[in-house]
T-cell receptor
């Protein structure tokens, strides 16, 4: 079956760094997405990885290893506004997104 | 960047009535749009895939006669919740695939529509 796993909840301190992991097993692979979702709002796109390696966008970076079925989202210099849920999603062979349940990130002062 | 709008953002209706939600891609053409439903504290649940000019593909367990989807143009898809009941109250989110972004195949999400059925 198809499965996306990510931690349910993480806590980090303002100004610190946090890494949110995502492992996947899907029928086919056409890229992995990370989305940020604040409570009550629709998800917003953060990153897309289809090749192995690290993609950096400002304070956020995303890493992919296709052979390991593994990705992580790295958030640096954490700010209180980064408190949100982070969704990992994989596009399968039909380009349909398979979603993880999301990781709730709590930032403490 | 690519923008997807939804209208209305919030709607409250009486049980038994029908509600139409519009999803528009404002600055790109979307041959494929997706409709999601999100329950509190849960991830998005794909309801159906909407393809321009053809019938929507519904996920297992989603009633196609209750959730009518029409993708009339490359920039507009509509979801109509027919004979709404309180259990249909939820956050409905659409997304559109921007094929013009080369191989990225990114989905851009609309802001969502919160439906409350009394």
């Amino acid at each position: 079956g198809q499965n996306i796993d990510q931690p349910t909840e993480m806590t980090a301190t303002e100004g610190a760094i946090v890494q949110i992991n995502c492992t996947y097993q899907t029928s086919g692979f056409n890229g992995l997405f990370w989305y940020q979702q604040h409570a009550g709002e629709a998800p917003t796109f953060l990153s897309y990885n289809v090749l192995d390696g690290l993609e950096e966008k400002g304070r956020f970076s995303s890493f992919l290893s296709r052979s390991k079925g593994y990705s992580y989202l790295l958030l640096k210099e954490l700010q209180m506004k980064d408190s949100a849920s982070y969704l990992c999603a994989v596009a399968d062979s039909n380009y349909q997104l398979i979603w993880g349940a999301g990781t709730k990130l709590i930032i403490k002062p | 960047g690519a923008v997807v709008s939804q209208h209305p953002s919030r709607v409250i209706c009486k049980s038994g009535t029908s509600v139409k939600i519009e999803c528009r891609s404002l600055d790109f053409q979307a041959t494929t749009m997706f409709w999601y439903r999100q329950f509190p504290k849960k991830s998005l649940m794909l309801m159906a895939t909407s393809n321009e000019g053809s019938k929507a593909t519904y996920e297992q367990g989603v009633e196609k006669d209750k959730f009518l989807i029409n993708h009339a143009s490359l920039t507009l898809s509509t979801l109509t919740v027919t004979s709404a009941h309180p259990e249909d109250s939820s956050f409905y989110i659409c997304s559109a695939r921007d094929l013009g972004q080369g191989d990225s195949d990114t989905q851009y999400f609309g802001p969502g529509t919160r439906l409350t059925v009394l």
